[in-house]
């Protein structure tokens, strides 16, 4: 039986925006829709166990029953300090605790408004074979239409490999097959199509360990629109989420699928 673990990477500290993972955000600290979102996925059978990363006394406080704290040590809470050292040391101590994981689904407290359904047909993606990897993408171009936002291409961008097909893991999500495009290899030449919202990734547990990523080059895109797509990083990226929010850009599938 495959075993599928989620793992909430939330440090202290943030740089250009401190305290976000705990300040309130449309009725919640912010990393409560994480958490609810976590819990609905254990509910739904797309994640066997779910643990959160950090050093933050607050984000481990407020984890709910079914979430397993894991202490971030120091060194690997720092500003410098890569996602993939801190989700291997995660899923260290979640081995420790529950057995071998087979596939490991990172889930980032900075995309409030990514839905069940989404992050779900990302796991799905992975957990019945489809690829190696699964990533959230939005296409470029893609704007909200209550506030303007649209994503920007911030580093690696994505092209599809074929077709994208609704329904490809769920009856009301698009999904395809991707390759990623690099912007520091000047023999890229593609230009990429989408970009990859950061919301949630899932990865076979030997291919994360073996290549050391998240993504392998021939992954799996779950499209999501540019309501569910913003990475909260900066102040300017707070405020237009929670436009969107009180906006009700969103709505109730945030929570229940």
């Given at each position: 039986m495959t075993r599928n673990l989620g793992i909430i990477l939330a440090r202290a500290g943030s740089v250009r925006l401190p305290g976000k993972n705990t300040r309130e955000f449309a009725g919640k600290p912010m990393i409560s829709w994480t958490y609810e979102r976590a819990l609905a996925l254990i509910s739904l059978g797309h994640l066997d166990h779910v643990v959160v990363s950090s050093d933050d006394p607050e984000v481990m406080g407020l984890a709910p029953k079914g979430v397993e704290v894991v202490e971030r040590p120091i060194h690997l809470a720092t500003s410098t300090a890569t996602s993939f050292d801190a989700a291997v040391h995660a899923l260290a101590a979640a081995e420790t605790r529950f057995g071998r994981i087979d596939i490991v689904s990172?889930?980032?407290?900075?995309?409030?408004?990514?839905?069940?359904?989404?992050?779900?047909?990302?796991?799905?993606?992975?957990?019945?074979?489809?690829?190696?990897?699964?990533?959230?993408?939005?296409?470029?171009?893609?704007?909200?239409?209550?506030?303007?936002?649209a994503p920007t291409l911030k580093s690696n961008g994505m092209r599809g490999v074929g077709g994208i097909s609704a329904g490809c893991n769920s009856s009301n999500v698009s999904s395809g097959r991707f390759n990623i495009v690099s912007m520091e290899r000047a023999h890229d030449h593609d230009n990429p199509t989408h970009v990859i919202t950061g919301a949630a990734y899932s990865v076979e547990r030997d291919c994360f360990l073996k290549h050391r990523a998240f993504i392998l080059r021939d992954c799996a895109g779950t499209i999501v629109p540019a309501s569910e797509a913003i990475d909260i990083d900066t102040a300017q990226d707070w405020d237009a989420a929670l436009k969107m929010a009180l906006a009700a850009t969103i709505d109730h599938r945030v929570l229940i699928g």
């Open positions: 990172l889930l980032q407290p900075t995309s409030p408004l990514a839905s069940i359904a989404s992050i779900a047909s990302v796991i799905t993606s992975v957990s019945r074979g489809f690829a190696g990897s699964a990533i959230t993408a939005c296409a470029i171009g893609e704007c909200d239409p209550s506030t303007g936002w």
